[in-house]
């Protein structure tokens, strides 16, 4: 697979530096182009988290469109180095927080803001989506009233989920990938 580009944008067409191994499960333009068609220009102003950050490829490209605060975060020191590098070639990084931690611990501490958009895009076949998006449920704080959990996932391991406070409103099957949007049950 070659590297990430940034679509759109002010930062548009710089190629991002992968990251080395098979650590991560990087976002195809294709998807990524769909996925920011779907958000629009509400993506502008507003703040996105990147849990399984990876490359950096989709807080970058909100960040290049207009979004005012993105926090990366990863586990793997290679995606940590990858984004830093990245944002710097976009020249996007003074928007940006960049934390390298486990996302349940992460998820685990009181949130210093609530997220308009959390970007979740865990190991494949882990069922890890089930556990963060639970772990979401559970400290809720951190999306927005009005925000939208988006969780990218190989279509052969979606199951419908049951959770106190978010509620699956939309999926989009792009060939083996499938991102699937929650947003908080409002009742």
Do not use: C
Request: aromatic fraction near 8%; charge should be neutral; avoid cysteine.
């Amino acid at each position: 697979m070659s590297n990430p580009r940034i679509i759109s944008g002010k930062a548009k067409g710089i190629r991002l530096q992968g990251v080395p191994g098979n650590i991560t499960r990087p976002i195809t333009d294709r998807v990524k182009e769909a996925l920011f068609n779907i958000i629009g220009s509400d993506i502008e102003n507003a703040s996105l988290l990147d849990l399984f950050a990876g490359t950096g490829s989709v807080g970058i490209e909100a960040l290049s469109r207009g979004a005012s605060f993105v926090h990366f975060n990863d586990i793997h020191r290679l995606a940590i180095a990858a984004i830093r590098a990245n944002l710097e070639r976009a020249r996007l990084k003074d928007n940006a927080k960049i934390t390298q931690q486990d996302a349940f611990l992460l998820l685990s501490t009181p949130p210093h803001q609530s997220f308009d958009y959390i970007f979740i895009a865990p190991p494949q076949y882990k069922n890890l989506w089930k556990e963060i998006l639970t772990k979401l449920d559970q400290n809720i704080n951190w999306l927005a009233d009005d925000g939208w959990a988006i969780v990218q996932i190989d279509p052969l391991e979606y199951e419908k989920l049951t959770l106190d406070h978010l509620i699956e409103v939309e999926q989009r099957r792009y060939g083996s990938t499938l991102l699937v949007f929650f947003e908080k049950n409002q009742k």
